[in-house]
């Protein structure tokens, strides 16, 4: 199952909605991470498009909900663009509103990205098969892991390269950790921890998508490699089913 709603559109295409929020992050006296208000926006934009992306969504507009002030908009603005431009998408609009009634102690944003589909009856789960790699692009970070650790967050670009590869499926992981993502994607495979072996945590949140899961046939794997780098790491052990 994807964070994502699927409206349809017309009889060929459908909305793909996915959203991130964040909270506590930011410039303020009470805030418990530290960062320049484009560092906010761009790690909640990412989160919101490499969900609405991997989902098969092309965005075409983003909302921005703004509870840290006025003067932080043109900011956050900047950092959704940055995310934007990394995707090659700089033409993508976007509006918002901004909280100016009243002052919050914490920063807090929300990011919503709309994008669109066609239709196709080949859509459902997942189905594993012996035939199939699974892998981590990125590693898993939270926190001010997120920026000490810059060089171990997946870049954009590689996730929009690697889910454009035909054959290949993608699912970006979030705070509940790779192994709860990764039972999202089967639906006739439940891996349990004991199952899996790999050179990083399962269990980890990943904040706002430092990594994501990419599932592939093995003759796709000097491919993901060449793009990927040393920023892949195999997922491999024993595949039993629990059905």
Request: some cysteine; proline content about 4%; glycine content about 8%.
């Amino acid at each position: 199952m994807r964070d994502v709603l699927f409206i349809p559109f017309n009889q060929e295409e459908e909305l793909v909605i996915a959203s991130d929020n964040s909270g506590a992050i930011g410039m303020k006296v009470d805030d418990e991470v530290k960062v320049p208000y484009e560092t906010v926006a761009y790690f909640s934009f990412r989160v919101a498009a490499m969900e609405c992306i991997s989902a098969g969504g092309e965005p075409f507009a983003v909302t921005l909900q703004n509870f840290c002030g006025e003067l932080a908009w043109e900011h956050l603005r900047a950092g959704i663009e940055e995310g934007l431009e990394e995707l090659g998408l700089a033409e993508v609009e976007i509006t918002g509103s901004t909280e100016s009634n009243f002052s919050l102690k914490q920063s807090a944003i929300g990011v919503t990205i709309l994008g669109k589909k066609k239709i196709s009856k080949l859509d459902k789960q997942l189905n594993y098969s012996p035939q199939l790699e699974i892998a981590v692009i990125g590693s898993p970070l939270v926190g001010n892991e997120v920026i000490e650790k810059g060089a171990e967050v997946v870049p954009l670009s590689t996730f929009y390269e690697i889910n454009s590869l035909e054959n290949v499926s993608t699912l970006p992981v979030g705070s509940k950790g790779i192994l709860f993502e990764l039972n999202q994607l089967f639906s006739n495979l439940k891996f349990s921890e004991t199952d899996i072996n790999s050179n990083i945590d399962l269990m980890k949140s990943s904040g706002p998508s430092t990594c994501f899961i990419v599932v592939y046939p093995i003759e796709k794997q000097d491919e993901i490699e060449g793009i990927a780098g040393t920023l892949l790491h195999k997922v491999v052990g024993r595949r039993s089913s629990h059905a």
